[in-house]
């Protein structure tokens, strides 16, 4: 289901329901019904991962440092879009949010008519980060495979006494043969010439 779905299950973290009953009406207004209000803070990680949300808003008046650490924990963990508000904050604070990966952190802005726009952005940019975060992810992977494939070249060339070409084409056929990548077919020569103790490049 992709983000832009407009039945997004939405969860609202509130203690206070006169306020949260302010974010259900905004959401209501802007199309979005499928809404679970959570007002029980404790065991709050495991109630989230119940409700298995796309998106959470977080309404958290006056948070003391528990409460507030407590709530940068499950956003550390949810990995959604997380729109936070409180009625004050310090430096310190917010800047743990923006850690916590908090995609929208609002002081002193508690306004039906501003809940939508605010869940709007928090979703545009979780989204933007999510996907630095998969491109960096990709690029250590190819990284690490590149690295890989060098040290299996490496060992073929002094075992067999290779060229660096014919240690790749090796790799290359025995990778097509087996229908693996060359990365894995790297990764298996490495181990068996550890297993015989005859991987120098260590």
């Given at each position: 289901?992709?983000?832009h779905?407009?039945?997004?299950?939405?969860?609202?973290?509130?203690?206070?329901?006169?306020?949260?009953s302010?974010?259900?009406?905004?959401?209501r207004?802007?199309?979005h019904?499928?809404?679970?209000l959570?007002?029980?803070m404790?065991?709050?990680?495991?109630?989230v991962?119940?409700?298995?949300?796309?998106?959470?808003?977080?309404?958290l008046?006056?948070?003391?440092?528990?409460?507030?650490?407590?709530?940068?924990?499950?956003?550390?963990?949810?990995?959604?879009?997380?729109?936070?508000?409180?009625?004050r904050?310090?430096?310190?604070?917010?800047?743990?949010?923006?850690?916590?990966?908090?995609?929208?952190?609002?002081v002193?802005?508690l306004?039906?008519?501003?809940?939508?726009p605010?869940?709007?952005?928090?979703?545009?940019?979780?989204?933007?980060i999510?996907?630095?975060?998969?491109?960096?992810?990709?690029?250590?992977?190819?990284?690490s495979?590149r690295?890989?494939?060098?040290?299996?070249?490496?060992?073929?060339?002094?075992?067999?006494?290779?060229?660096?070409e014919?240690?790749?084409?090796?790799?290359?056929?025995?990778?097509?043969?087996?229908?693996r990548?060359?990365?894995?077919?790297?990764?298996?020569?490495?181990?068996?010439?550890?297993?015989?103790?005859?991987d120098?490049?260590?």
């Open positions: 289901m992709g983000m779905d407009k039945s997004l299950n939405i969860l609202v973290i509130d203690p206070n329901r006169m306020r949260a302010i974010i259900e009406e905004g959401l207004e802007a199309g019904h499928d809404v679970t959570l007002t029980d404790s065991n709050l990680m495991r109630q991962v119940d409700a298995d949300p796309d998106v959470i808003i977080m309404d008046e006056n948070p003391n440092r528990d409460v507030l650490e407590h709530a940068f924990q499950v956003s550390r963990a949810a990995r959604r879009p997380i729109a936070m508000f409180v009625d904050t310090d430096a310190a604070a917010t800047e743990a949010a923006i850690d916590a990966g908090v995609s929208a952190y609002v002193d802005g306004k039906k008519e501003r809940v939508k605010i869940l709007d952005m928090a979703i545009k940019r979780f989204n933007v999510e996907r630095m975060r998969q491109e960096i992810d990709a690029a250590k992977t190819e990284l495979e690295k890989q494939i060098d040290r299996a070249k490496g060992l073929l060339m002094r075992t067999r006494g290779l060229s660096e014919e240690a790749y084409q090796l790799l290359r056929k025995t990778a097509m043969n087996q229908g990548r060359i990365a894995q077919v790297a990764e298996s020569l490495i181990l068996a010439a550890g297993l015989l103790g005859g120098p490049t260590k």
